[in-house]
């Protein structure tokens, strides 16, 4: 393997991490940031409150994103087990 190819195949695999945790991530970054704007506006400083909150919505974002997440992930999977010959020599 050549060391493009083997670039080209670890660039492969970091997109796939970003498509897959990409959504959940932001999901659990934009929930964060309201639920601290607010307990800024209240004046609540509660840690548990974040925590279950991010939870929720990460949670959510499983159930709503999982299946499509998860047949990219496999697709992927079955690419790169077909390649894998062809990698080796």
Known sequence: MTPERALTELRHGLEVALWVGGPLLLTV?????????LQAATQVNEPTIPFVAK????????????GLLLTYLVEYMVNLFHRIPHLIG
């Open 29 to 37: 970054l934009v929930v964060g940031v309201l639920v601290g704007v």
């Open 55 to 66: 939870a929720a919505a990460l949670t959510a974002a499983l159930f709503a994103l999982g």
